[in-house]
């Protein structure tokens, strides 16, 4: 068979020295052509001979094919779609290898509209995927939860979006508020302009201030060129200003100037400079002590807290953890992680009775370190990282609530006993850090009976 002159046989050489795989099929799924690329990118044998598609790779190809369809506009599916190309990508697994393979086919009628070929374009876009995966993770966010309290703060950070109101959050380091601040930022009309992150307490005090706001050439020795600062890079934008009870006493009178003025003076200049930014602040220990203290003004404060919001620690939404290591599981199989990994039952329960005081950041940590040290594709407990090996063996495994659990809430009403139940109440949240969760499997009770039992002895919770 020729093609304008041209032999088949030479065709297909020039398509066996192409990257992409390329399959030729019936509408049937049989396979008139393929080039050995396909085989390698699905790990077929080198001397495979698929005779369907079927025996290409573990993909329903013709239900792919018709939503793919269905898609580019097909009413109904592929067996009349048109001419147009119909793309679709496919996650698969090679080994230990998971490869991201984005699918084009096309519909051909050579000769006459009465016979059909359908040619398929296989790309691997893995390295792609990666890329983005990488880059569209900025730290650890890990917006993922099935916590209704973190489910109304996210519902509340896309609400206040919409104002240039300043914002301030609280809550433990690792909990993800440079999370929440990107959430922010993307959901108001200034995503399309700069998002700049500034770590208060990364920055040298003697430097701060030409940090934030610039510096003139020459406004000090070593200025030899001009700094536009933190506030000016971020104009139209949004600033956030991580740990920013970090910022001295000193510098928070002019820090306040120029949030509530949107203007400043650069270090070494008298010109002043206007900015259009949106403030977002976030701090780990609690502001309104640190005003009581004196080490944060209170003027300041309230500037930055007209919309205060608290993101509660992971302890305290334990059910968000299988959620998370599943979002972190996702995210290192993008980068190039084992594709299958299992977490024993040992292991989850660690997992689960481990008081996360790093909180997010130390779980997805504990994720990639627990992938690495899998043992044929298992987590086990000697897997995971050291820290939550070791209070695993301080806290064992205790017995589901009994009877005598409920006999010991009955008697509590009397005076000593209840004093008795306070001091290990007490002893025992002391002991899982403050995780009610942990707290309870170390007395041997539910967490309702935990809560029942901290209401009766006067205990805050």
């Given at each position: 068979?020729m093609?304008?002159?041209i032999p088949?046989?030479l065709?297909?050489?020039?398509?066996?020295?192409?990257?992409?795989?390329?399959?030729?099929?019936l509408?049937?799924g049989?396979?008139?052509?393929?080039n050995?690329?396909?085989l390698?990118?699905f790990g077929?044998a080198?001397?495979?001979?698929p005779r369907?598609?079927s025996d290409i790779g573990e993909?329903?190809w013709?239900?792919?094919?018709?939503?793919?369809?269905f898609?580019?506009?097909?009413?109904?599916?592929?067996a009349?779609a048109?001419?147009?190309p119909?793309?679709?990508e496919e996650?698969?697994?090679?080994?230990e290898?998971?490869?991201?393979l984005?699918?084009?086919?096309?519909?051909?009628?050579p000769?006459?509209?009465k016979?059909?070929?359908r040619?398929?374009?296989?790309?691997?876009?893995?390295?792609r995927?990666?890329?983005?995966?990488t880059?569209?993770?900025?730290g650890i966010?890990g917006?993922?939860?099935?916590?209704?309290?973190?489910?109304?703060?996210?519902?509340?950070?896309r609400?206040?979006?919409?104002?240039d109101?300043s914002?301030?959050l609280?809550g433990?380091?690792?909990?993800?508020k440079?999370?929440i601040?990107?959430?922010?930022?993307?959901?108001?009309w200034?995503?399309?302009?700069p998002?700049?992150e500034?770590?208060?307490?990364a920055?040298?005090?003697?430097?701060?201030e030409?940090?934030f706001?610039?510096?003139?050439?020459?406004?000090?020795?070593?200025?030899?060129?001009r700094?536009?600062?933190?506030?000016?890079?971020a104009?139209?934008?949004?600033?956030?200003?991580?740990?920013?009870?970090?910022?001295?006493?000193?510098?928070?009178?002019?820090?306040l100037?120029?949030?509530?003025?949107?203007?400043?003076?650069?270090v070494?200049?008298?010109?002043?400079?206007?900015?259009?930014?949106?403030?977002?602040s976030?701090?780990?220990?609690?502001?309104?002590?640190a005003?009581?203290?004196?080490?944060f003004?209170?003027?300041l404060?309230?500037?930055?807290?007209?919309?205060?919001?608290?993101?509660?620690?992971?302890?305290?939404?334990?059910?968000?953890i299988?959620?998370?290591?599943?979002?972190f599981?996702?995210?290192?199989?993008?980068?190039?992680?084992?594709?299958?990994v299992?977490?024993?039952?040992?292991?989850?329960q660690?997992?689960m009775?481990?008081?996360?005081p790093?909180?997010?950041r130390?779980l997805?940590n504990?994720?990639?370190?627990?992938?690495?040290?899998a043992d044929?594709?298992i987590?086990?407990?000697d897997?995971?990282?050291?820290?939550i090996?070791?209070?695993?063996?301080?806290?064992?495994d205790q017995?589901?609530?009994?009877?005598?659990?409920?006999?010991?809430?009955?008697?509590a009403?009397?005076g000593?006993?209840?004093d008795?139940?306070?001091?290990?109440?007490?002893?025992?949240?002391?002991?899982a850090?403050?995780s009610?969760?942990?707290a309870?499997?170390?007395?041997?009770?539910?967490?309702?009976t935990?809560?029942?039992?901290?209401?009766r002895?006067?205990i805050?919770?």
């Amino acid at each position: 068979m020729m093609q304008s002159g041209i032999p088949v046989e030479l065709l297909e050489s020039v398509v066996d020295l192409m990257e992409d795989g390329v399959v030729i099929s019936l509408p049937d799924g049989g396979v008139v052509y393929h080039n050995p690329v396909v085989l390698d990118m699905f790990g077929l044998a080198k001397d495979s001979l698929p005779r369907m598609l079927s025996d290409i790779g573990e993909v329903n190809w013709n239900k792919r094919m018709n939503r793919a369809a269905f898609d580019a506009g097909s009413q109904y599916g592929i067996a009349a779609a048109s001419d147009r190309p119909m793309r679709f990508e496919e996650k698969v697994t090679v080994g230990e290898t998971v490869r991201f393979l984005e699918i084009t086919v096309r519909r051909m009628f050579p000769g006459s509209r009465k016979s059909e070929l359908r040619v398929i374009v296989v790309r691997d876009v893995s390295p792609r995927r990666r890329l983005e995966a990488t880059l569209q993770t900025p730290g650890i966010c890990g917006l993922k939860t099935s916590s209704p309290e973190m489910m109304r703060l996210f519902e509340r950070a896309r609400q206040i979006a919409a104002s240039d109101a300043s914002v301030l959050l609280q809550g433990e380091s690792g909990t993800g508020k440079s999370c929440i601040a990107r959430l922010i930022h993307q959901e108001s009309w200034r995503s399309g302009h700069p998002f700049v992150e500034v770590n208060c307490a990364a920055i040298p005090e003697s430097l701060m201030e030409s940090e934030f706001f610039g510096h003139a050439k020459g406004a000090f020795t070593g200025a030899v060129d001009r700094n536009r600062g933190k506030f000016l890079a971020a104009n139209h934008g949004s600033l956030f200003l991580d740990e920013i009870a970090e910022i001295p006493v000193h510098l928070q009178a002019k820090l306040l100037h120029a949030i509530e003025e949107r203007r400043f003076h650069m270090v070494g200049s008298s010109e002043t400079i206007a900015v259009d930014t949106r403030f977002i602040s976030a701090s780990n220990i609690n502001l309104r002590d640190a005003v009581d203290r004196g080490s944060f003004r209170g003027d300041l404060y309230y500037r930055i807290a007209v919309i205060p919001l608290v993101i509660p620690p992971l302890r305290d939404r334990v059910g968000d953890i299988p959620v998370l290591i599943q979002h972190f599981l996702e995210d290192l199989v993008a980068r190039g992680q084992k594709a299958e990994v299992k977490f024993s039952k040992g292991a989850w329960q660690a997992l689960m009775n481990y008081p996360w005081p790093g909180n997010i950041r130390e779980l997805s940590n504990a994720v990639e370190h627990s992938v690495i040290c899998a043992d044929k594709g298992i987590v086990e407990v000697d897997s995971l990282p050291q820290d939550i090996l070791l209070y695993s063996q301080e806290v064992p495994d205790q017995p589901a609530p009994s009877q005598r659990a409920a006999d010991d809430e009955d008697r509590a009403g009397d005076g000593g006993a209840s004093d008795a139940m306070r001091a290990e109440l007490l002893a025992a949240l002391k002991k899982a850090r403050g995780s009610k969760a942990v707290a309870a499997q170390l007395l041997g009770i539910d967490r309702t009976t935990l809560w029942r039992r901290m209401q009766r002895t006067g205990i805050a919770g």
